[in-house]
């Protein structure tokens, strides 16, 4: 296996880990164990957990982009419903993982925000986009789709730690917001 | 002048000075001055910078839910709209300390997380009253009403930073978000 496909392939197994495990709660050696490899081997890759974190998150932006990304010529209403499902899928496939990105100390740490805005603003891009609407940051469409994305992530962190209301509820009061925030500003 | 109005007093002059300066960027020494007192004085009734910021947060959240209080017998959507209204002049008004309770590196820390949770849970059940909805941390209502909160925060937020787009436009995307969401609860 070349050095980029065993990076790789750590990266991978770390999707299946960082998802499941509370980062504070799992040592090196443990991700080390459980991706297969030993702690030195991780760090010939990785400089640090930290620096394994940041490459597994990068992956997970990716994946859940392409997995909210709708079929081509998918109404935009149902691209939406389509996209907002597949998030909470996906939340609810790496809990752990989701809940690292965006509770707790790692939320704030200044690389992990800078991957967290960027997956943000390129959803809010994207919705725009799909809806028509120009990609204006100082309109009220542009405040609406941002501060709607930020309702997203609190919903879905609360439906993952109560497990209520259910998954299909939680989809469509989201869509109901983004609709409901988006009518008020025509 | 006692005890406890003159700690009363430096925590309304608090109010002005973390209203207005970053809070990583004011010393106690400057706190102190722009309070009038000095630094041993401050440290006499506040442990530490970070005791001294609780106890004006404290006071603040308070004022936010008074400000907040719609007069009785308001209609739902009207108190609904004045509360989101007064929501974001209080947070014009207090800039600084708006974005150091909900962005940067306090924001995580446990005790504001406590009072920035517990005010947003007090500000829920008020809007579940409000609406004539049920207190239940299980249904999609309650669901959505705590989602909201953080589209508020967020929204907020961005305006501040951003002065886009006016403040009567934030006011009506964010009252359309939840009454979006709501009926989408149906």
């Keep these: 296996m070349s050095t980029e496909q065993r990076r ?16 504070d709660e799992v040592s090196v050696e443990q ?27 990068r992956v997970a932006v990716d994946q859940i982009y392409s997995a909210t990304t709708a079929p081509p ?22 809990p ?18 800078r991957l967290s805005t960027r997956a943000q603003q390129r959803q809010a891009d994207r919705i725009l986009i799909l809806l ?3 990609r204006d940051r100082t309109t009220a469409a ?16 609360n439906w993952l730690l109560t497990a209520h209301p259910s998954r299909d509820a939680v989809s469509r009061l989201l869509v109901g917001a983004l609709q409901g ?6």
């Design 31 to 57: 991700l080390a164990r459980q991706a297969g490899a030993s702690a030195g081997l991780l760090y010939h890759y990785f400089p640090s957990k930290k620096a394994y974190y940041l490459a597994v998150m």
């Design 181 to 186: 925030a988006l009518a008020a500003t025509h």
């Design 8 to 23: 790789e392939q750590l990266v991978q197994l770390g999707l299946d880990v960082f998802g499941h495990h509370a980062y």
């Design 73 to 94: 010529n998918t109404a935009a209403e149902d691209a939406l419903r389509l996209g907002v499902d597949a998030y909470l899928a996906h939340a609810a496939a790496h």
């Design 96 to 113: 752990m993982g989701f809940l690292t990105a965006h509770r707790g100390a790692l939320a704030i740490d200044p690389d992990v925000q």
């Design 142 to 157: 542009h405040a609406a789709v941002v501060g709607w994305t930020a309702m997203v992530r609190e919903a879905t962190a």
């Design 132 to 134: 028509g609407l120009p």
